[in-house]
């Protein structure tokens, strides 16, 4: 009985039109490959030379075992194909061994005595015309036994070339859907040199691409098929880029693949599904616009995966429950999308999880208590769902959880006695529910809390004393609750507190809150307004908040010089009476918002000399501020730090009843960037000296009694991109120069006196900060707790406090 034997099989291929592929039928001949450590590489033959043949070239990708690939193989491998000539098994004993020996030698001898390649090639053929096996196999052995034997460099009918070509092939084709960004010399064969781009550590002959990294390159184009061509890629980065349009589905059948990363661009489109990633360990498709359902199978192909961030998309459907096969999975992002359904309880088996993202979803029902089972997880966000309940009293076996998010749901009830008795928590966040009874935490035993927000619930009682033990608390927030009684003095003991909101209650005794809250030596932002009905604020009382910069309070007559104030915004109340003449007197002020109030009398002169505006080493000590801010979206409780620089300078007094000129003063101010008087009565002509503004970006004058006409000084104004006179009386030309050329007719409507040529507006020049140009009425400095408007407010005050922020709102 003969061996089995090495059989040669010829499929199709894309690449080639024919791709040859070795099958090991020999089970010890397909272990001693398999076995080996350099199996990772694939190999070409070609003819060179004078030969006459003319077929394509002989790829060899490696033997394969019961008809699945293998690694491929390299050219010192072949000597394990010696063996594979016709003759009976090796079982028969040493005597036939010695045969199969003699067998090699005399086929190796023939092997010289092939005239021309197309020999070879022509036998190779024989086995698709039903001829002999056993004549194919025997001469594909002595090809390669002679190469063995007089060395691939001597052997002058065939080079070896390693697949690199391939690869230089796919990344080629990639960098023509690339239309920006991408510096890549292609004329270069050695990709292995270009940019983001890295191989293996093989030789030099065989290096294949295994990283390719393009993050935050401003690449602006679409995404070739040809990347998938990448065979060997480990690592894909392409996040932070421009790039759009559809993931190429073979991407996700890349087996070698480790790490995928394509956040923030612009991709969209459904995800494929049955993705096939089998060594993927990361994948994050995060900040693109992709549809359609999760791909469930993303954990069923890969048992490495610990990181999947699919968040801020726009997937729908539900959560899906084959997400707790992945039993190695630590962060999960899903969150911002538009999931819905419940929360799989599959998902309470992954007891490797450490971060769980979830917020802003449409996820419903009830908190359960097998989330004690994830025992690992150091930071649960589910803010801003649909969840529904009680909260489980299971977080004392959390003894990792760091961060719980959970606002903006439906849950009710207490809070549980092992969240507030958790000495692990630092950030507590449960606003906007329906929570309800005292506000119990347990600061003694809660030693890490260090942020607390429970405001927009119904607790009610009285602040309790025992908050005072949070040493380490920087933020609280119980505003929009029903809570009484006086602030505790002990509160005077939180020297980290940085933020305090206690708005929209039922607080007593304004006096003495604010003599207990001027001992926190570190508060920034104080917020007292909505509470102390009926009181009246001590006179000539001096309160000292050495580092206040925001604070929201009705009804202030405090006496204060705050020399160092900054930002004052003191928008939407129901502010009467005049503009005070002192306000030039913060040397430091940049930024004032005094709209949509009920001022009346002349603009301030002295308004013009505001030192911050006029002055850029004044400016530049702008960046030395950081405060809490809140976002005025759904999630208005969720505070962030942002630079001071976030703030265009700006003076803002639309929205009232003011009377009188434009002062011509106004064109010292060669730091303000934002200009806005639209809708109030002010008259006379626009000023000359308006030019003198060279970094002002927005001026709105629309709905006024002007009159003249529209200086050509203006046309210098090279920054102006937001412009409008708009329902006035204006008279003549339209100046047809400089950034004029870019307004639309609506920035000059309604006055009749005006002619000239109507502009057609085209993309304006960008403004010298990155600061999106808005001209929406909310803005992002206030303060989202419900902005309550006061009726009543006195502006007869001198602020009191030595730097900082003053706000009237609520």
Known sequence: MLAKQWVLKVVRTKIFGLKYEL??????????????????????????????????????????????????????????LSGCSVSPGNSRGVQKKKRRRRRRRRTSSKSRTLKSIDDLIQATYRPLNGKSKRKTITLLCLVLNYSISDSVSSFHWFRFFDTRSYDLTSLTNFSSFIDYGLDWNTSDSNCCTWIGVTCDNSSV????????????????????????????????????????????????????????????????????????????????????NFIGSVDATLCESSSYIHTINLGNNYFTGEVPANFGRCSSLQQLFLNDNQLSGSFPESLWQLRNLRILHLQHNLVSGPLNDEIGKLS?????????????????????????????????????????????????????????????????LNCSAMVRLTSVDLGSNNFHGPLPDVISSCQRLTHLNLARNNLGGEVPFAFKNLQALRFLSLSNNSLVNISSALATLQHCRNLTSLILSINFHDEQMPRNVNFHFRNLRALVIPYCELRVAAKMLQLLDLSWNRLSGTIPFWLHEFNYLFYMDLSNNSFTGEIPES?????????????????????????????????????????????????????????????????????????????????????????????????????????????????????????????????????FLTFPPSSFEGNEGLHGRQPTPFQPQQAPHDAQLADEETTIIGLQFGLGVMSGFLFTFTLSFSSGWVFAKT
Not at 24 to 39: G, P
Not at 233 to 261: K, M, T, V, W
Not at 422 to 431: A, K, M, Q, R
């Open 607 to 739: 308004l013009t000399e505001l030192q911050g505006l006029n002055n850029m080493n004044t400016s530049a000590e702008r960046d030395s501020l950081g405060f809490p801010l809140f976002w005025s979206g759904a999630d208005g409780s969720r505070f962030m730090y942002k630079g001071i620089w976030g703030f265009r300078p700006t003076l803002d007094l639309s929205y009232n009843n003011l009377t009188g000129p434009l002062w011509p003063g106004f064109g010292n101010l060669k730091e303000l960037h934002v200009l806005k008087l639209k809708e109030n009565h002010l008259s006379g002509a626009i000023p000359d000296s308006f030019s003198g503004m060279i970094n002002l970006e927005v001026l709105d004058l629309s709905y006024n009694d002007l009159s003249g006409e529209i200086p050509l000084s203006l046309e210098k104004l090279s920054f102006l991109s937001k412009f409008s006179v708009a329902y006035n009386q204006l008279q003549g030309d339209i100046p047809a120069g400089g950034q």
């Open 23 to 80: 099958m090991a039928n020999d089970r010890r001949s397909a272990s001693a490959i398999k076995r080996s450590s350099v199996l990772h590489r694939t190999y070409v033959l070609v003819p060179s030379g004078s030969g006459s043949w003319r077929g394509p070239p002989l790829l060899f990708l490696g033997p394969s075992l019961r008809g699945m690939p293998v690694t491929s193989m390299v050219p010192y491998m072949f000597t394990e």
């Open 376 to 440: 690992n997880l150091v930071e649960l966000d589910i803010s801003s769902n649909r969840f529904s309940g009680i909260l489980p009293d299971a977080f004392e076996r959390l003894e990792k959880l760091e961060n719980f998010f959970a606002g903006s749901n439906n849950f009710s009830g207490h809070l549980p006695k092992s969240l507030v008795n958790s000495p692990y928590i630092i950030f507590l966040n449960l606003n906007n529910n329906t929570l309800n009874g005292a506000i119990n």
């Open 205 to 288: 002959s065989s290096k294949r691409v295994v990283r390719l990294e393009l993050g935050s390159r401003r690449l602006k184009g679409r995404i070739s098929e040809s990347l998938a061509g990448l065979d060997q890629l480990r690592i894909l980065n392409l996040s932070q880029n421009f790039l759009y349009g559809h993931l190429p589905a073979r991407l996700f059948h890349l087996q070698n693949l480790e790490i995928i990363d394509t956040s923030n661009n612009d991709f969209a489109g459904p995800i494929p599904g049955g993705s096939n990633l089998s060594s993927i360990r990361y994948i994050d498709i995060s900040g693109n």
